[in-house]
């Protein structure tokens, strides 16, 4: 089964605490099996479209596994109206990248164990492919968790 948008592409505005942004574009994904490879697909085609100067083949591999742990972790069950994810990709005008997953859990119990690699090896692989990680309280409900990364080698 393939996952459906939920709704189409859309345009965020925002700032970060770094860089006015300069490109953004996010898209939702119902909490689905394979969700994760779909907005792998995405993030390669948009990363490559912006142009952006890190590296992309890393910068997908931490996009599928952000999401793939919003499928895995973050689903509130089929009662619940909002089982989707949103992936949101901006680049500032410093050219970092911020990879923001948000879903509909407004926890996240044990974070810094989680991206130490200490419940599983996702966050962790994030971190290594130069994900520096961070996660939020979203204003109208939910949860974002933010992979920032910058442009250039990483260095292990």
Same mark, same amino acid.
């Given at each position: &089964?393939?996952?459906r948008?939920? *709704?189409?592409?859309t345009?965020? +505005? #925002?700032? +970060?605490?770094?860089a006015?942004? =300069?490109?953004?574009? #996010?898209?939702?994904? !119902?909490?689905?099996?394979?969700?994760?490879?779909?907005?792998?697909?995405?993030?390669? +085609?948009?990363?490559? &479209?912006?142009?952006?100067? /890190?590296? @992309? *083949? %890393?910068? +997908?591999?931490? @996009? $599928?596994?952000?999401v /793939?742990?919003?499928v895995?972790? =973050? !689903?509130?069950?089929?009662?619940?109206? %909002?089982?989707?994810a949103?992936?949101?990709?901006?680049?500032? *005008?410093?050219? %970092?990248?911020?990879? !923001?997953v948000?879903?509909?859990l407004?926890?996240?119990? %044990?974070? *810094?164990?989680? #991206?130490? /690699?200490e419940?599983?090896?996702?966050?962790?692989?994030? $971190?290594?492919? /130069?994900?520096?990680? #961070?996660?939020?309280l979203?204003?109208?409900? $939910?949860?974002? @968790?933010?992979?920032? &990364? &910058?442009?250039?080698? @990483?260095?292990?």
């Amino acid at each position: &089964m393939h996952p459906r948008y939920a *709704e189409p592409a859309t345009p965020v +505005t #925002s700032l +970060t605490g770094t860089a006015p942004i =300069a490109e953004e574009w #996010s898209r939702t994904f !119902d909490l689905l099996p394979g969700a994760s490879q779909l907005a792998r697909l995405h993030a390669r +085609t948009r990363l490559t &479209m912006f142009r952006w100067p /890190g590296n @992309v *083949e %890393d910068a +997908t591999e931490a @996009v $599928g596994i952000l999401v /793939g742990n919003a499928v895995a972790h =973050a !689903d509130p069950g089929p009662n619940h109206e %909002d089982r989707r994810a949103r992936l949101r990709l901006a680049i500032t *005008e410093d050219h %970092d990248l911020l990879i !923001d997953v948000r879903d509909p859990l407004p926890e996240f119990r %044990d974070f *810094e164990k989680a #991206s130490a /690699g200490e419940l599983g090896r996702g966050l962790r692989e994030v $971190g290594r492919l /130069g994900g520096a990680l #961070s996660w939020h309280l979203c204003e109208h409900g $939910g949860k974002a @968790v933010r992979a920032h &990364m &910058m442009p250039g080698p @990483v260095l292990a």
